[in-house]
């Protein structure tokens, strides 16, 4: 009998588990990797015993492997009578898939909780099925010299482990122990070293406890931590990395902690325990709700929680009690900070101390990020635990394509025989240090991958600095392209992409993007096919008086919205959120003349200025503030009953905003500003829904979906559904490609795959 | 265009269809250079350093000048910015609407000559045209300017190197902001004006103070435009500190409400320079001395990264600063 096996089964501690299963079943035999990327197992036995066998394979492989066929070929009994592991037959192993960091198993976290056991309190400890991959992984093959354990030559005990077929820690390439592996220090903000290895943590604990801000060196990344629960604390890391307002994410001890401050429902329990421990945004608890949340996620409802998913996080908390502000240690504009020499330097002035490592970080991989919304799984980041993992392929096509995403919270991605690799989160491709990052991980990728992209495609936007390094792939290596590939048809791509569609109405909404009229598009109804797509309905046409400057300012936007003299003086100037009467006379002027006041259908801007409307946010601090906490105001307030207005663009539905404003500021004569803010979403969601529907019923087509990154919103989505649905369409939503521009890599890859 | 920032298409598509067909392999500094101006050699010791510039400005009279002062003061300074401060003859070519009042163009020949007074320069040479209504509005002004420099002497674009200090000889935004406020009717009150003045004496002081390696005046794409392209004809990197760049109080506010950045728009009075940092101090103490460079800075370094372009540290971060291109559309979500 021989069994193939394709998926993710190299470098998962797949052949010991065979071993075991085999054993176990009391099969003879053998297993061997294949060089290209299968597990080969030969199997002596009785039927019973290989069905059994067979079954296990299936519903029980190792954590980290992912089965995707199973082939079963008779074959004349070998004559074994033991089970053993063969080496592999080509070590190369080029076609197989990395696997992604992943959080301590639950037999690791025993034996770091063992004092029996040689690992006992070790932070370290990994095993094939835990641990981290991507980030320490140089080059393939994927073996002990091409990861930076490189440095740290196993001991005897480890060694025997590692050679023992029998031990899940059989061929772990991150196995270590105290004796052998990577050791903790506690510096001060200085540098100066305070203590070592168990003690480090210990005092770092201590240090947290006192108030302190505390780089901590983890896995693919470095946190800035304090106190969660000590609002001095968390303002002082407010203050000194310039983030007056942003919400921080915690990371809680345990399940119970996390459910004494937020509500969890069963989709998410699941999902905070997952072993890629992504941070969650959950509801934050609105009966007994903590004050100190208030600090940490300010003038929102929601709150980002992840699970410990390194040993050092859980040794940590046996030396602090409650939850810990766990914010990846970046300053704006750079990358975050992966050794000891650039934790020092970037974060001199912000932290008192940092607790660091001696393994090198090869690839940094910031923390993911989810949230349900809708019901489903929406990524805001989809970063560590995730990536290197392949999405589906768009498309049937033997062209290979590197994808540089948008400029802001941006990705690439590559493919590899059709299937779709995104990187981690990079940041804002804005500066040099980002610009560097995304080359590094292109070139990572392409190496670890072994793929060579025939085409290379970007936003269509002229100014993202990601356009400009496409054209630089372009000219320098042999590809083709740059393929530009318009913002929102990029989002309705990366959507039909994954939900394998060919066809569907799209309302991709967002807060900026380029559109081929030269205008700021973020409010759109498309008729979408990856290859093309028509604008067919969405948003009126208004103002950005001032640019950048109305983005950063929603007062702005509203004020050219509103366009009322006395209703602008009274609502901007009377609040201050425009500083003088003439400053608002000339915002209004600005709008007149076309000063600088590009042209937008943005909805996220619309619901900025509905913010500002309401003084519900008219300054915004970090990028998605006004609309985030709109949301927040209107979770419990109820829709009023409310006309939407519509009105046409050369032929197009769409929903008038000038007039949507006024009517709200009617409303919000006589209504709470919760009921307003709530009619605001409902009517902006089910206006784009009503155009999306007609469309789908006039031309025949069977599906509605909705991307950007307004799909965050979890009141607009479940709007937006509940239309589709009652209209006897499907509604398309995302679940594994972020909505935002993190997920537009993807879509350029599919929109690259097929347009000729 | 948006905001007097230039980046005009057309233009630049005819600048690159006269570089190739005017290249000069004989000049010191030729067309394809697009310097401020050209350097011929004439002799061993001498060179003629030429420039030459089409003047329109709406309104043409406006708070802190004319098209008149305009004219002479981008000549000269062209001029100054190729290191040749003591202009031998300028020319000047008057394209005139039909029916424009006479007192009006009397009024901007009179600004010229005070102007060129000013300058210590002479129009020698002119032309005067007048087209019908329709065919041109009120009056464009053309001016070439000559100059000799002893050989060698001349400060082109690319002579920055790394190691270098980068040198705002007065406040920036100036004439862009304040030209686009009164054009478009916004009223920031009083204090706007632009700077437009002939900086020849200062850039003067600065050359005698010190060693000046590159030069440009920040006219059209104002700091931001000017900066890259030193970035990039020198090919090195330059950074930029966003608190050290000189903008005044009035333009700053004004900016801040149109959301318009001073460094984006044009100075017609200042001179961009790279000097060499053992001259930088002496350089700076020499420009604030003179009445036009009080506010004088040091803004930034000559680097060896991120070669061909401009990095602004705001503060709180590091970005690109890119020349803006017509109109800036956000790129912020
Ligand atoms: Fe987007
Ligand atoms: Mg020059
Ligand atoms: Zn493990
Ligand atoms: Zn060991």
Not at chain 1, 57 to 71: G, H
Not at chain 1, 403 to 411: C, K, M, Q, S, V
Not at chain 1, 471 to 481: F, H, I, L, P, T
Not at chain 2, 108 to 122: F, W
Request: include cysteine; proline fraction near 5%.
């Amino acid at each position: 009998m021989t069994v193939s096996v394709t998926g993710v089964v190299q470098g998962v501690g797949f052949r010991p588990f065979v071993y075991r299963t085999a054993t176990e079943n009391d099969l003879a035999g053998r297993v061997k990797n294949t060089g290209d990327g299968r597990v080969e197992i030969v199997l002596d036995g009785l039927q019973a015993d290989v069905d059994g066998f067979l079954s296990a394979l299936r519903t029980d492989p190792p954590p980290l492997a992912r089965v995707e066929n199973v082939v079963v070929e008779a074959s004349e009994p070998a004559g074994l009578d033991t089970f053993e592991i063969v080496d592999s037959t080509d070590s190369s192993g080029g076609s197989g898939s990395i696997p992604p960091d992943t959080a301590m198993c639950d037999a690791c976290l025993e034996d770091l909780r063992d004092p029996e056991s040689r690992f006992h309190d070790y932070w370290a400890t990994a095993c094939v099925d835990c641990g981290p991959r991507y980030t320490v992984i140089r080059e393939l093959p994927y073996d002990r010299p091409t990861t930076s354990m490189d440095d740290f030559p196993m001991c005897a005990d480890c060694r025997e482990d590692y050679e023992e077929p029998s031990d899940r820690r059989y061929h772990a390439q991150t196995i270590a122990c105290p004796g052998c592996g990577p050791t903790l220090s506690l510096l001060d903000g200085d540098g100066s070293a305070r203590a070592d290895g168990d003690d480090a943590i210990e005092r770092a604990g201590d240090r947290l406890a006192d108030g302190d801000l505390v780089a901590i060196k983890g896995i693919g990344g470095t946190h800035l931590a304090c106190d969660a629960t000590d609002p001095a604390a968390v303002e002082a890391l407010r203050e000194r990395t310039g983030r007056p307002e942003k919400p921080f994410a915690v990371m809680a001890p345990d399940l119970a902690t996390v459910e004494s401050f937020a509500a969890v429902s069963d989709d998410e329990r699941a999902a905070l325990r997952d072993t890629r421990r992504p941070i969650l945004l959950l509801d934050g608890r609105r009966t007994d709700r903590p004050r100190w949340l208030d600090a940490v996620s300010p003038g929102l409802h929601t709150v980002g929680v992840m699970l410990p998913y390194s040993g050092l996080h859980h040794l940590l908390f046996d030396h602090v009690d409650g939850p810990l502000v766990m914010t990846s240690a970046n300053m704006p504009g750079v990358p975050m900070a992966t050794d000891r020499a650039s934790i020092l330097a970037d974060l001199d002035g912000v932290i008192d101390a940092a607790l660091v490592h001696d393994r090198e970080i090869v690839m940094r991989c910031d923390d993911s990020v989810a949230r349900y919304a809708g019901g489903n799984r929406r990524f805001v980041r989809r970063s560590r635990g995730w990536v290197p993992e392949s999405l589906p392929s768009p498309a049937e096509t033997d062209r290979d394509v590197l994808a540089l995403g948008a400029e802001f919270d941006a990705t690439v991605a590559l493919t590899q025989d059709g299937d779709v690799v995104p990187s981690q989160y990079l940041g804002d491709v804005d500066n040099p240090e980002t610009v560097e990052y995304l080359r590094e991980t292109v070139s990572h990728l392409r190496n670890l991958l072994g793929t060579d992209p025939d085409v290379v495609a970007s936003d269509l936007h002229p100014d993202f600095l990601t356009t400009r390094e496409a054209q630089k792939y372009a000219s320098e290596g042999d590809m083709a392209g740059p393929v530009q590939v318009q913002h929102h048809h990029a989002h309705a791509a990366s959507l039909l992409a994954e939900r394998e569609r060919e066809r569907g109405v799209v309302i991709a909404a967002d807060g900026t993007g380029y559109g081929p009229d030269g205008s700021i598009w973020g409010g759109e109804v498309l008729d979408a096919t990856l290859a093309d797509f028509e604008r067919v309905g969405g948003l009126s046409t208004f103002s950005l008086p001032g640019g950048t400057a109305a983005i950063e300012q929603p007062a702005r936007s509203l004020a050219s919205l509103l366009d009322d003299e006395a209703r602008i003086d009274e609502l901007l100037v009377d609040r201050g959120a425009l500083a003088t009467e003439s400053e608002a006379a000339t915002v209004r002027r600005q709008v007149q003349a076309g000063v600088n006041t590009p042209a937008t259908t943005s909805a996220g801007r619309l619901l900025d200025a509905v913010s500002a409307l309401l003084d519900v946010c008219t300054d915004r601090s970090y990028e998605g503030e006004p609309a985030m906490k709109l949301e927040s105001a209107a979770v419990d307030g109820a829709v009023l009953d409310y006309e939407i207005p519509f009105g046409t663009r050369d032929g197009n539905r769409v929903v008038d905003t000038r007039q949507f404003v006024r009517d709200l500021d009617a409303l919000a004569g006589d209504h709470s500003t919760g009921d307003v803010a709530a009619t605001a979403q409902w009517a902006l969601a089910r206006g784009l829904a009503d155009v999306a529907v007609g469309i789908a019923a006039d031309r025949g087509v069977d599906a509605v979906g909705f991307t950007g990154g307004v799909a965050y919103n979890d009141a607009i989505t479940r709007t937006i559904r509940e239309r589709v649905e009652a209209a006897g369409l499907d509604f398309l939503g995302h679940d594994r490609v972020p909505p935002g521009d993190g997920g537009i890599a993807y879509g350029q890859v599919a929109v690259a795959s097929v347009r000729d | 265009y948006a905001h007097g920032a230039g980046g005009d298409q057309m233009t630049d598509l005819v600048e690159n269809l006269a570089v190739s067909r005017f290249a000069d392999a004989e000049a010191d500094v030729g067309l394809a250079a697009l310097d401020d101006g050209s350097v011929q050699p004439i002799d061993d010791e001498h060179s003629v350093v030429v420039t030459t510039d089409s003047h329109v400005v709406s309104p043409l009279f406006f708070r802190g000048g004319d098209i008149g002062r305009l004219a002479v003061s981008g000549t000269v300074n062209d001029l100054a910015m190729m290191g040749a401060t003591d202009p031998l003859a300028l020319s000047s070519s008057l394209i005139i609407e039909a029916g424009t009042p006479k007192t009006t163009v009397e009024a901007v020949t009179e600004s010229m000559q005070a102007a060129c007074a000013e300058a210590g320069a002479t129009i020698t040479t002119g032309d005067t045209k007048v087209m019908g209504s329709d065919e041109i509005d009120t009056l464009a002004i053309n001016t070439t300017g000559v100059a000799i420099v002893e050989r060698g002497t001349h400060v082109p674009d690319a002579g920055l190197s790394v190691g270098d200090k980068l040198i705002v000889s007065g406040t920036v935004g100036d004439h862009g902001i304040s030209l686009l406020s009164e054009r478009e009717g916004f009223d920031f009150g009083g204090d706007l004006e632009s700077d437009v003045q002939p900086v020849n004496d200062l850039v003067r002081a600065a050359m005698d103070a010190g060693d000046v390696t590159a030069m440009k005046d920040p006219t059209r794409g104002g700091l931001a435009t000017v900066l890259n392209e030193m970035a990039e004809k020198a090919d090195v990197g330059i950074d930029v500190d966003e608190q050290s760049i000189p903008v005044s109080g009035a333009v700053a506010s004004a900016g801040e409400v149109l959301g318009i950045e001073p460094y984006d728009v044009a100075s017609e009075g200042v001179a961009v320079m790279a000097v060499d940092s053992a001259d930088a101090d002496a350089v700076l103490a020499a420009l604030r001395e003179h009445p036009k460079g009080t506010d004088a800075a040091i803004v930034g370094d000559v680097v060896e990264d991120h070669t061909g372009q401009v990095v602004l540290d705001t503060g709180f971060g590091r970005r690109y600063l890119t020349p803006p291109e017509g109109e800036q559309l956000p790129r912020i979500c």
